[in-house]
């Protein structure tokens, strides 16, 4: 097999091929600043790691995944 062909497919993949199966659960909850704001978090983790594996981002900021597949 040569390079330049693996180049190739590695360009033909769509970018959801890459995605990772793990769903993410967004609680909202208010923000600082008034508004609200949504936590993500990973759903099939352990207490601890999902305690420690989160992400703030206001509600603004969310689309729908279907938007952009």
């Known amino acids: 097999m040569s390079t ?3 180049r ?3 360009r033909d993949r769509l970018p959801q091929d890459e995605f ?3 769903v993410l659960v967004a ?3 208010p923000s600082a600043r008034g508004g609200e704001r949504a ?3 990973p759903n099939d983790r352990s207490g601890t790691e ?3 594996r ?3 981002a206001s509600v603004d900021l969310l689309i ?3 938007a952009v597949r």
Do not use: C, G, K, N
């Open 50 to 52: 999902m305690a420690t």
């Open 64 to 66: 729908p995944v279907e």
């Open 27 to 29: 609680e909202l909850e």
């Open 8 to 10: 190739d497919d590695a």
């Open 39 to 41: 936590i993500l978090y």
């Open 20 to 22: 990772s199966d793990t």
């Open 4 to 6: 330049e062909h693996v």
């Open 54 to 56: 989160w992400l703030a």
